[in-house]
């Protein structure tokens, strides 16, 4: 086994630990009753993207392509 495919293949370990975790802080995306009542419209609500749940959103969308990418890569007979 080379070495790129080792370190390839410990990245790839990380990213799959790291994005669980950071999926797993999430909250629901279901508003349950609260949409009934409008509370989906509050200003927290329209303002959810800024504060850490949009950094999420953005990590997980990182680490998403990231795992893709090194699964093609890792998939590759080249290396």
């Known amino acids: 086994m080379s070495a790129l495919r080792i370190i390839l293949t ?3 370990v990380l990213d799959c630990l790291i994005l669980t975790v950071v999926v797993l802080m999430q909250e629901g995306k279901s ?3 609260g949409a009934i009542a409008g509370a989906a419209e509050s200003y927290l609500g329209k303002n959810k993207a800024r504060g850490m749940e949009g950094a999420l959103v953005n990590v997980t969308r990182v680490l998403a392509v990231l ?3 090194l699964a093609i890569v890792l998939n590759l007979k080249v290396i």
């Open 67 to 69: 795992f893709i990418l």
């Open 10 to 12: 410990i990245f790839f």
């Open 31 to 33: 508003q349950g009753l």
